[in-house]
């Protein structure tokens, strides 16, 4: 019956009742709640069991977790058997979603320390060994199953860094309390899956170490493998082999780190080999290898566990291939950065407040560890970077009591460089005024190079493009303090090539931003830095098209100030610029909550000029007004103009004494302008104000200029000479420049001078995307010859000088691209109309024009040689060489043709010049890209119709091409027009096309080479009479009088002709004719020679044959010399001759008998005609009869 109830009560009692004294019990032995929410079961048969449902043991006050332990459900099952001998065999024991909350609180108490005070029986003999382990007698304890299912271990250090193992199912089972052990399990690190594995075999076996194994892997980023040995007893140790690889290394750093930041280039694998030996008070791993992608290190750690943990370390790293590392990153696929988003996120968990707020994480040093030392030595041979070498590589830090040691890093950089650094690190409160801010270093750093300019192409650093033998020295040394809301450079000695800058800066990092500058440069050269000096005349700048939305106002001017607090002082001893010097540069000056106060920003000498401005400028609203003054003064101009890359003028010593003065009162919302320019005898003032607040902002400018003598003003700025032309007495301008209901301002100017007046009236909006305006403009004077000789004094026309000129127009467009259009001209007679169009957009300007003009009369707007204004011919477009002189070999000045394009129609009703008249003129011309395309110019003249075209190509070896085409010209009419004696009359058809290629005009006219033809019809030949020479042919009888005849022919007289025509062909400038040929019912001319342009010389035969005397001999006349005044020189000695020989015949005729008559009176022809030796034959019987 006892033992029945033995058995039997158990199941029968209500053990819920027994919950109290339980949770008394607990609390006695832990000093913490434990509270059992579920049910309670015992039972004894068939199987002795437990069962215990929501068990929850508490945690220390002020925990993150409530509980420490938590498990929903345990079971356990007991062998019956073993019971009663008194042994222990678990035959099933199940934890159910337990839950254990590790924590160490920022106080320093830890969740698993329980405070309860030990009993003096409680306190274990140390010296008395652990008999779990020692075999000894005693319950025997069996393990068959052990299951934990959905287990969660949580450690949470005093930083609140986390450590979570969650997703726990694990199985194990144990011969014995001594062993061995086997456990294999699931469970998710930090969200990742893993596996572990675990064996252990018999502790406690007396000179038989354990063997242990274990195995832990986590997915796909690792894998941990221990094999080895544990000695157990009062001196436990494990020892054995380590092997830690990984596919991913950034994976399983990321893990680790809880998605702290790691480096990119760990995407690689690697791997970690190690002879473990650890015991309580000391782990060792040495024979370290590792390997990270195809880099190799070796190295020991030594790990004390005795009092404050402390880790000794020391890396030997070879060759690092840091390029091919970075090179394999660039390659990385779209899926692997997905899984490095997804490693990161595993890792990283649920984001920050911060990040969630969307503030930026401020800058701040790694953490010191504390309640652990630490030393590393660190060795890298060579890394591959950049494809340079970066060598001897150097590293030491020691750690000691939140203490961190910088006592070494250094390496030798490209460029002949070497850097270092060392300093201390520390935590807590600085005691330098730095704040208390964490992790502060104090250190100094040291950098110097034989070539910067290599250093800085192996760092990427755009350098600019200056002379070889700049950029090459750097040192730089200094002082400096960092940490999270500051950094510091104290005792800064910067050298640069000759130059040295020496003091020291700051930047706050937290809270607003601060820039304090404190430096002092001796000097610079910038000059020995340009490869060439900018031109001085840079070409139109057109401003890009930048749209802006909805009209919003761009930032007022100062709103930078409002960023950052700042307090600068810098000196410049001496700098070199443009060939200019400027000296004792200084400014000091504060920023504060939005406002700049500029003590001084001063310039002793600025290429002989001093500079001073001082005031404030604010930027904050509802500070008060600003109020800045400047002021520049220069005794010498021309060096300050120099200095600021203006195109100076002819004399700059005329600009006499320059000075700038003026203030700005007020705030970027709205401020008063008054600036007064003082220069070259004259004064420009600017006053008014500006408003910012708003956009487009509102302008009210008033300026107002004048000059006492625009003749000297002329003078100092163009060099004109006051003395060459009329007096011009005063100059005035006026400008005025408001903002009206609309973006655009209203513009209005006015200029008076010389008796001419200049206005100009409309609306010009800066503030469009691309700034426009539109313009009427006017321009008026009395005298239009005495407006031109304000820029051409020397210019003295001919005619009447009383001709007003007004000029009108309407300039409209931006600065890319504008048009003139209305525009009036009306200069004395002289009549015209038109339009123009600007572009700026391409490459080179282009200008499209169209002029239509009524009659034109040159010749009184020509220059008179009688008043002294030259010579009364218009210039040629292409110089000619005048008589005596040749061509010039000066190069061929067509580099304007290669700066603009443009197209061109012209129109003239008419164009008189003298006695040329031109009427219904067209002019089509086209210049793109230096090439001036000549597509038509015509008109008609003298009765006739006369037209052009061509083009000039103005490359590196110009080339010209022409034709030209006269139709039906009256010959008498152009040669009396040119003042003349008219040599022939007649109807004129003229072709001719040459070409011809040179950089001079006389490699140009060397080089022509062409072809033409002419023709004149109806036609009468003058300065020579052909007929009268045929007609008294007959009379004539001897040379003398041939001769006389002859050159009273060719001294006046006329001829007519039928026609007069001839072709002609040009080569290497000589043109040459071989057919041109006379046509007269008196006989024919024909003309043969060349015409040698380069030599300026004529070489031509003009042959005449008689038409009534065919058996004459012909006469010529060479016509050779300049071409300006050739030489005519008659040839007539075969005519001559034939003459004495018709006069000798003719006399001795005389002395022939009669010819026989036949019967019917008639003489009788002879057979043959009588040779002059037949002749001579008869004639001499009849002399001897004498």
């Known amino acids: 019956m006892l033992l029945a109830a033995v058995f039997l009560v158990p199941s029968l009692v209500d053990w819920n009742g027994y919950k109290p004294r339980i949770a008394e019990a607990v609390r006695e032995t832990t000093g913490r709640d434990l509270v059992i929410e579920g049910d309670i079961g015992l039972s004894i048969l068939p199987t002795p069991t437990l069962s215990v449902g929501g068990v929850r043991l508490r945690n220390l006050e002020g925990a993150s977790s409530p509980d420490l332990v938590r498990v929903k459900a345990l079971d356990v099952e007991v062998a019956l058997r073993p019971l009663l001998t008194g042994d222990i065999e678990v035959k ?25 005070p030990q009993q003096a029986s409680d306190i274990p003999d140390e010296t008395a060994g652990d008999s ?7 319950t025997s304890v069996t393990l068959d199953d052990v299951r934990i299912e959905n287990g969660t271990l949580l450690y949470r250090s005093a930083d609140g860094a986390e450590q979570r193992f969650d997703k726990l199912s694990l199985s194990l089972n144990a011969q014995s309390l001594q062993g061995p052990y086997q456990a294999k399990g699931n469970l998710a690190y930090q969200g990742v899956p893993a596996t572990i594995e675990v064996s252990v075999g018999r502790i406690g076996l007396p000179g038989k170490p354990a063997p242990v194994y274990l195995n832990l892997g986590l997915a796909d980023r690792g894998t941990l493998v221990l094999s080895g040995a544990m000695q157990g007893g009062a001196e436990p140790r494990l020892t054995g082999k380590l092997e830690l690889d990984s596919p991913d290394v950034l994976a399983l750093a990321a893990t680790a780190s809880r998605g702290g930041a790691v480096l990119p280039l760990l995407r690689q694998p690697g791997s970690l080999r190690a002879t473990l030996s650890a015991t309580p008070q000391a782990v060792a791993l040495d024979d370290m290898r590792l390997a990270l992608g195809e880099a190799q290190a070796t190295g020991a750690v030594n790990i004390r566990l005795e009092g404050t943990p402390s880790v000794d370390a020391v890396l030997e790293v070879g060759r690092f291939d840091l390029d091919r590392m970075m090179a394999a990153q660039s390659g990385t696929g779209t899926a692997q950065r997905s899984g490095q988003r997804q490693v990161q996120s595993q890792a990283q968990g649920q984001p920050s407040q911060a990040q969630q707020a969307g503030q930026a994480i401020p800058f701040a040093l790694p953490a010191i560890p504390v309640g652990v030392n630490l030393t590393l030595d660190l060795t890298v041979d060579a890394i591959d970077y950049r494809g340079r070498l970066v060598r001897q590589v150097r590293g030491n830090v020691a750690v000691q009591d939140g203490r961190m040691a910088l006592n070494q890093l250094s390496a030798q950089l490209p460029g002949g460089a070497e850097a270092s650094l060392y300093g201390v690190a520390t935590s807590g409160p600085s005691g330098t005024g730095m704040g208390d801010s964490g992790t502060r270093f104090e250190g100094s750093a040291e950098l110097t190079a034989t070539s910067m300019r290599d250093l800085a192409v192996w760092l990427q650093l755009g350098l600019p493009d200056v002379p070889a033998e ?16 500051e950094l510091r450079l104290a005792s800064l000695d910067l050298r640069v090539d000759a130059s040295k800058l020496a003091g020291s800066a700051s930047y706050r990092f937290a809270g607003r931003p601060f820039v304090g500058l404190s430096l002092s440069l001796d000097r610079i050269n910038l000059d020995g830095y340009a490869v060439q000096p900018p031109a001085l005349l840079p070409g139109p700048v057109v401003p890009e098209q930048m749209p802006r939305t909805n009209n919003e106002a761009p930032p007022p001017p100062l709103e930078f100030l409002k960023s950052f607090d700042a307090e600068v002082k810098l000196t410049v001893g001496h700098v070199t610029l443009r060939g200019q010097q400027l000296r004792d540069i200084n400014l000091d000056a504060t920023v504060r909550d939005g406002v700049a106060y500029v003590r001084e920003a001063a310039v002793a000498d600025f290429a002989g ?5 001082g005031g404030t400028l604010t930027a904050r609203e509802g500070a008060s007004a600003g109020d800045l003054g400047f002021k520049l003064e220069a005794r010498e101009p021309a060096r300050l103009l120099q200095l600021l890359n203006v195109p100076t003028v002819p004399n700059p010593a005329q600009l006499g004494r320059l000075e700038l003065s003026g203030r700005l009162v007020g705030t970027p919302e709205a401020f008063d302008i008054d600036t007064t320019l003082t220069a070259a005898g004259g004064q420009v003032k600017v006053t008014g104000g ?11 400018l008033v300026a107002e200029g004048s000059h006492p003598d625009f003749g000297k003003l002329l003078k100092t700025l163009l060099g004109r000479d006051p003395e060459a032309g009329p007096a011009l007495e005063d100059f005035r301008l006026w400008l005025t420049a408001k903002s009206g209901d609309t973006d655009a301002m209203a513009v209005n100017g006015r200029i008076e001078a010389a008796g001419g007046m200049f206005t100009m009236e409309g609306d010009v909006n800066p503030f469009a995307p691309s700034p426009t305006f539109a313009l009427a403009l006017d321009l008026r004077h009395g005298n239009a010859v005495r407006f031109l000789r304000i820029f051409a004094p020397d210019y003295r026309p001919g005619g009447t000088r009383d001709r007003p000129l007004e000029v009108t127009a309407r300039l409209a467009g931006n600065a890319a691209a504008f048009t003139l259009g209305d525009l009036k001209l009306r200069a004395g007679t002289v009549e015209a109309t038109g339009n123009a169009a600007v572009s700026l957009s391409a490459a080179r300007p282009k200008i499209t024009a169209k002029l239509d003009a009524g009659e034109i009369q040159l010749e009184p707007w020509l220059p008179d040689p009688a008043r002294g204004g030259g010579d009364a011919r218009p210039a040629a477009p292409v110089p000619l060489p005048v008589s005596g002189g040749g061509w010039s070999a000066e190069p061929l000045r067509l580099t304007a043709l290669r700066s603009v394009d443009a197209e061109l129609t012209a129109t003239a009703r008419t164009v008189l010049y003298d006695a040329y008249r031109v009427e219904d003129v067209l002019a089509l011309v086209a210049l793109q890209d230096g090439v001036l395309d000549i597509s038509k110019i015509n008109g008609t003249m003298f009765g006739g119709s006369i037209g052009m075209n061509g083009r000039l190509v103005a490359a590196d070896m110009p080339t010209v091409r022409a034709e030209f085409q006269v139709r039906n010209a009256d010959l008498r009419a152009a040669t009396t027009a040119a003042g003349q004696p008219p040599r022939v009359r007649g109807l004129l058809d003229f072709d001719m096309q040459v070409n011809g290629r040179g950089q001079s005009e006389a490699a140009m006219v060397s080089s022509l080479a062409g072809n033409g033809r002419f023709a004149v019809r109806e036609g009468v030949a003058e300065g020579f009479d052909l007929q009268s020479i045929s007609d008294r042919l007959e009379e004539l009888n001897d040379a003398a009088a041939f001769l006389t005849l002859a050159r009273a022919a060719f001294a006046g007289g006329e001829t007519p002709f039928q026609r007069l025509d001839g072709s002609f062909t040009i080569t290497d400038g000589v043109a040459r004719t071989e057919d041109t040929q006379l046509v007269a019912s008196a006989g024919e001319g024909k003309v043969t020679g060349i015409a040698d342009l380069p030599r300026q010389q004529v070489d031509a035969t003009a042959a005449f044959t008689l038409t009534r005397h065919p058996s004459a001999p012909p006469f010529s006349a060479s016509i050779t010399g300049p071409l300006a005044d050739p030489a005519v020189n008659l040839r007539t000695r075969e005519l001559e001759a034939f003459l004495v020989q018709r006069a000798v015949e003719r006399g001795l005729m005389r002395l022939l008998p009669p010819q026989q008559q036949d019967s019917s009176g008639t003489q009788t022809a002879p057979a043959s005609p009588a040779t002059p030796a037949d002749k001579l034959r008869q004639i001499i019987p009849e002399l001897l009869k004498r």
């Open 92 to 116: 099933r024991l199940v934890l159910v979603e337990p839950f254990i909350a590790l924590e160490e609180l920022p106080d320093g108490r830890r969740s698993w320390d329980f405070t309860v």
């Open 132 to 138: 779990a382990f020692t075999g000894d007698g005693g």
């Open 470 to 485: 700049r950029l090459r020295s750097l040192s730089l040394q200094t002082d400096l303090a960092v940490d999270s809301t």
């Open 690 to 700: 500006m408003a910012l607040a708003q956009f487009p902002p509102k302008i009210d």
């Open 609 to 613: 000029a001093r500079v001073g401005l």
